[in-house]
């Protein structure tokens, strides 16, 4: 009996780079009901082929159904599930905090050191800060920023990932 636990789940796409290939498959989840928490596209080294970084969260046989579904597709060049693979996962996230004291603004860059982050942009009383880490990551950051700071407007990516060459990080 497959395991009905909810957890999120990775996979990548190469996909042929045309126009409607994006609209396909996130016409496919949406038209069985899959949520899509994450989805990111690009073109590969190959003009004609796209990578796409799906993130859902998902039972085990519902996934097994994603991935039936999209090897179906005539588009969909490769599947690959990162479930038991060793990934390089990132995600970009901009941060824009308002109303900044100077005394806030050091803060911020204090942060930003400790997260691995860059200032990429501040003015008299804003200051606009750039992470690329993991979701979880990101995560932690918007939350410490928000509540220590309050009036922020956040932007972030969908994650990329990719098969990881040594073992050491997931």
């Known amino acids: 009996?497959?395991?009905?636990?909810?957890?999120?789940?990775?996979?990548?796409?190469?996909?042929?780079?045309?126009?409607?290939?994006?609209?396909?498959?996130?016409?496919?989840?949406s038209g069985k009901s899959y949520n899509l928490d994450s989805l990111t596209v690009g073109t590969t080294e190959d003009p004609t082929v796209s990578r796409m970084t799906i993130g859902t969260v998902s039972d085990d046989e519902t996934f097994e159904q994603i991935k039936k579904q999209l090897n179906r597709m005539v588009e969909v060049i490769k599947v690959i599930d990162f479930t038991n693979m060793f990934v390089r996962m990132k995600e970009i996230l901009y941060i824009k905090v308002f109303n900044c004291s100077s005394e806030d603004k050091v803060e911020l860059f204090q942060i930003a050191e400790t997260f691995k982050a860059r200032v990429i942009d501040y003015g008299k009383d804003s200051l606009?800060?750039?992470?690329?880490?993991?979701?979880?990551?990101?995560?932690?950051?918007?939350?410490?920023?928000?509540?220590?700071?309050?009036?922020?407007?956040?932007?972030?990516g969908g994650s990329v990932g990719i098969e990881s060459i040594s073992m050491m990080e997931r």
Not at 5 to 23: A, D, F, P, T
Not at 133 to 156: P, S, W
């Open 128 to 156: 606009l800060l750039e992470f690329v880490q993991t979701a979880t990551k990101n995560d932690a950051v918007v939350k410490l920023i928000k509540e220590e700071f309050g009036r922020i407007e956040v932007v972030r």
């Open 1 to 29: 009996m497959a395991d009905k636990s909810m957890k999120k789940r990775w996979i990548s796409l190469y996909v042929e780079n045309q126009v409607g290939v994006l609209s396909k498959i996130s016409g496919l989840f």
